[in-house]
Each structure stands twice: as structure tokens, then as C-alpha cells.
């Protein structure tokens, strides 16, 4: 048993999850018990799953799985040390140099995570004389980085170029650098970010352009190439980040540019060399999956007909999916939005205990009055499975009064 209980010295964590509670915002971990696919198990109920970013099907692909077992049998199962003093395997250079063929620039630095790659980027490219010009809806790991350059922040509104640059002529003659920074594809909402006129906006003025694809790895451009394919700006953008943990199927971050910006990141980006390496299965995964997008882009086709055929479903029985209070998606992320935190949250539930997993975001990641149910369509979807899901939606919004139309 366990004999920690929660001593005074941490009881204002106990008062922070009362305010959630009160709040009906409180949430406990849901348990996957079998695998990440389009129908599974959580919590011992089974269910269809539009809550993973497994947007391409690739967390179970058995191309994957072998080329990690594989590497398992013949490296082991870590790395052993930070990249900078003996945990550089060959594999790991060679998933760098797979992804920056891929990405068509000189060279990529892979990190731990999505996370730790835009932390540890915006944190050492920047110091505190300079300035950050960000989409006021951007990765809280961007926000992160920019706190940790200790340069000074500019917030411009979301996707505003022309807000972007007021602020850029604002800061034009003091002697820092600028750096603009936008995610590629919106996660909240599922919008695409202005990438192409921010490059441009960039060149005007001298700044520094860095994009963050999360949301766009293996889901934009072409064979998922991400944002910067999608706008055709291939050498306007200096910092471009992905993630290796959603479309992708495992786990993972990494930045691509110039050779002497990924050489600057060996040598300064605090989470390169101060947190050990990946397991050489996982750097074996994703090698794996950067050749399923080269050679399977029908499972990107896939997605994407499967997210029209969705979005036009849920507008046709009355939901709000964005467009109207909010930014209208692009992508196959789909908000539904119903405004209250609560009542979110309460539709999440039923949704479930009904067969289907879709997450309920409140505030405070997302604005007060701005709640949602979030979808993320994949490829690896039967049309049967979402008009199964459709239905849920329907009878349980019905139920609880939430759709306006008979
Ligand atoms: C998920 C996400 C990240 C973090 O990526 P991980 O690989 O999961 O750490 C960074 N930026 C954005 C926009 C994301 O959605």
C-alpha cells in the first residue's frame, strides 16, 4: 500500500484540483488496453477512436514493427549516452540524413521529442537583445523556448500577417535579431498557418522565418512534406520543425535547415546534449516511415478523403465545426465546438460510454467560451466505421440537446 498521503507542504495542489473538480474540468487518464488503431479498447470498452494523431495508421504498420525489432536484436534496446558523448549510433545519423533528403534541405537534427526540439531551437538560436514574433495560438513548447531565450516576445494575432508586420516595423531599428514563428497547422482548431506570406514578410525585413510542422508532418505538402512544400517556399524558411510522434508512428521531434544551423544545435540546444538518445528501435521506426510516405501516399489520400467526407457529414446534421466562432479547419483536424467547458466535457463522456473516443478541450487550452469536442480523422478510418461514429454523434448531441435541427 502505498504511504504517501498528500502532506501540508503540498496542499495547494489539493486546492488547485478542487477549483478542477468544481469546475467539472477535472480529468482522469483514459488506459488503452490493446493497440493505437481506428477501433480499440480503453478503459475495457471498445471503442471507435478519433483522439489519436496516428494519422497515417502507422503506430501498428508491420514494416515498422519489424525494422524495430530488428534494430532491438541488433543494437539493443538504448542508447546508453547523449548524443555528444557516446550515444550517436549510425542508425541515428542515418534517420538525419533520411529526413533531410526528405525535407530537401542540407541538414536535420533529430531530438527526444516535438517538444524539446522547438524548446531547445527557439532557446538557443536567440538570445535576450533579441525579439520573437509569434502567432498568439502557437505550440506551448514555442512559448517555452522563447522564455527560455530570454528574448523579448511579440505576440501578433492569429495568423494576422499584417499584425505580424506592424510588430516587425515596431522592433525594425533596434539592433536584435527577429525571428517569426508560426505552427504549421493549427492543433486546436485545425487551420493552416499563413507560412508562405510570413516568408515573404520574413524576407522583407531580414528576420529569421521557423515554422513548426507537428500537425503537418505526413499530413501536408506532397508525400507530407508539410507546410513548406504546401506554399512551394522550399529555401525561404530557415527553422523548419516536425514531429516524429504523430503521422509518423513513434516518437521523436526534429529540426531541419542549413548545415550550420543543425551543426549550431549539436553544440547548443540544451535538450541535444544534456538528455541521452533515442533507443535505436525508434530511430529504426521512423526510418521505416519515412519510406512508407515516399512509397504508400495513397494512405495520405486516404486521410485526406476520409476528413471531407467527415467535415461535409457533421455540417450536413447542424454541428458547429468551426467557421463560424472560430477559424474554420483545414486539415483533418476537426473541432466540434459547443462553447461551454462543462457541458464539453459531459458530451465527451457520454460519446464514449456510447462507443466513441473523441477528446473534450476546455479552458484553459483552449479560450474560455471556446470548449470543444476534438476529432482527428485518419487514414486507416472505413467509411462504415465513420458513419457508425457519425451516428453516435448525432443520437448522443440529440440526446443532450445539443443540436438545434430535428
Ligand atoms: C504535438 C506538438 C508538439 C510536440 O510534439 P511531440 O513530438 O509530441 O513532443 C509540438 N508542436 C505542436 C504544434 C504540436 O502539436
Known amino acids: 500500500m502505498a504511504t504517501a498521503t498528500t502532506r501540508p507542504q503540498l496542499a495547494h495542489l489539493t486546492a488547485q484540483l478542487d477549483e478542477l473538480k468544481a469546475k467539472g474540468t477535472f480529468f482522469k487518464l483514459r488506459l488503452l488496453d490493446d493497440i493505437q488503431a481506428p477501433v480499440c479498447t480503453y478503459d475495457g470498452r471498445k471503442v471507435i477512436n478519433l483522439a489519436s494523431n496516428n494519422y497515417l ?16 536484436k541488433e543494437h539493443g534496446v538504448g542508447s546508453g549516452a547523449v548524443r555528444t558523448i557516446a550515444g550517436t549510433m549510425r542508425i541515428h545519423m542515418e534517420l538525419e540524413e533520411k529526413i533531410a533528403r526528405f525535407k530537401n534541405v542540407e541538414a536535420c ?18 538570445g535576450k537583445e533579441d525579439f520573437i514574433l509569434s502567432d498568439e495560438l502557437n505550440h506551448a513548447s514555442i ?13 501578433f494575432r492569429h495568423k494576422d500577417v499584417a499584425h505580424c508586420e506592424e510588430l516587425l516595423q515596431e522592433v525594425a531599428n533596434e539592433p536584435g535579431k527577429k525571428l517569426v514563428i508560426t505552427d504549421g497547422v493549427f492543433s486546436m482548431d485545425g487551420d493552416i498557418g ?106 495520405i489520400e486516404r486521410l485526406w478523403s476520409n476528413t471531407a467526407y467527415f467535415k461535409e457529414q457533421l455540417a450536413g446534421v447542424g454541428f458547429d465545426i468551426g467557421g463560424r466562432t472560430t477559424p474554420a ?30 477528446t473534450g478541450i476546455a479552458f484553459p ?30 443520437s448522443v448531441a440529440r440526446k443532450m440537446s445539443l443540436l438545434e435541427t430535428a
Open 109 to 126: 537534427v533529430v531530438f527526444q521529442s516535438g517538444f524539446t526540439a522547438n524548446a531547445g531551437t527557439v532557446g538557443s538560436i536567440l
Open 194 to 299: 499563413p507560412v508562405g506570406e510570413l516568408a515573404a514578410l520574413c524576407e522583407k525585413y531580414g528576420a529569421i522565418m521557423m515554422v513548426d510542422d507537428a500537425h503537418a508532418s505526413g499530413v501536408l505538402g506532397r508525400n507530407g512534406r508539410g507546410s513548406v512544400d504546401h506554399f512551394g517556399v522550399h529555401g525561404k524558411v530557415d527553422v523548419q520543425v516536425g514531429t516524429l510522434s504523430k503521422a509518423i508512428g513513434a516518437l521523436g521531434g526534429y529540426v531541419c535547415g542549413s548545415r550550420d544551423l543543425i551543426d549550431y544545435l549539436y553544440h547548443r540546444a540544451r535538450p541535444f546534449l544534456f538528455s541521452t538518445s533515442h533507443p535505436p528501435s525508434v530511430a529504426a521506426t521512423c526510418i521505416a516511415a519515412f519510406d512508407i510516405l515516399e512509397n504508400e501516399p495513397e494512405r
Open 57 to 72: 495508421g502507422l503506430c501498428n504498420h508491420p514494416k515498422l514493427e519489424e525494422a524495430a525489432i530488428r534494430a532491438v
Open 329 to 358: 479547419s483545414e486539415t483533418p483536424i476537426i473541432p466540434i465546438i459547443l462553447g461551454d467547458g462543462r457541458k464539453t466535457m459531459e458530451f465527451s463522456k457520454a460519446l464514449f460510454e456510447a462507443g466513441l473516443m473523441a
Open 365 to 394: 487550452t483552449v479560450p474560455e467560451g471556446k470548449a470543444r469536442v476534438r476529432i482527428i480523422m485518419t487514414s486507416e478510418h472505413t467509411r462504415e466505421q465513420l458513419d457508425q461514429a457519425l451516428e453516435i454523434l448525432t
Open 143 to 155: 512559448i517555452d523556448g522563447a522564455r527560455l531565450s530570454r528574448a523579448k516576445i511579440k505576440v
